[in-house]
């Protein structure tokens, strides 16, 4: 019995890579941690990856049975998430993501919300991988294929964010507040074509 699969492993690698966009999350997280050392920048990318990778993980093992129970439905899920981002990127917007916060931790909340969830575990990654699974025939070389996809989807994550402190040092403070406002618009487009989409299968669901 083959203990992996090629194909299905591409398959979910590569629909993973372009959803989540390692070389897209650069300017975003540049945006986020603006404020951050070196260091805590660091600290911070790790952590929203094992989140995302939590998070992934969770509802790719238990995500159905969870809606089900909630009654809560895909495009509700998808439309939260676009909500939750379109308010980070007002802040990134108007500055307010470059002003440290008072307790200094800003590298545990911005590695938890929105780095790890939505940003990076957003309602695109989960249904995508929901879909892989419940697609699957659940033999064990299916969950190896499956898991090894999504784990080597982070890896490329973390190092695109890894090095997100050498795009730093290039790009110095006035760089990377310009890199902000950038990330702001794209992430604030990100999260109203979430919304659309929603709202879309809503209508369609009706």
Partial sequence: MELFDPRLFS????TLFVIMDPPGTVPIFLGLTGAMTGRQRTRAARQAILVAFGVIAAFALFGQNLLDYMHISLPALQASGGLLLLL???ELLTGKMEEPAPSGNTGVNVALVPLGTPLL???????ATMVFVSGSDESLSDWVSIGTALLAVHVCLYLSM???NLIH???KDSGVILVSRIAGLLLAAIAVQLVADAVRAFIEAG
Avoid at 11 to 14: K, R, Y
């Fill in 11 to 14: 398959e979910v690698f590569i």
């Fill in 88 to 90: 980070v990127a007002m």
């Fill in 121 to 127: 575990a957003g309602p695109g990654a989960i249904v």
């Fill in 162 to 164: 890894r090095f997100a």
């Fill in 169 to 171: 040092r290039v790009l």
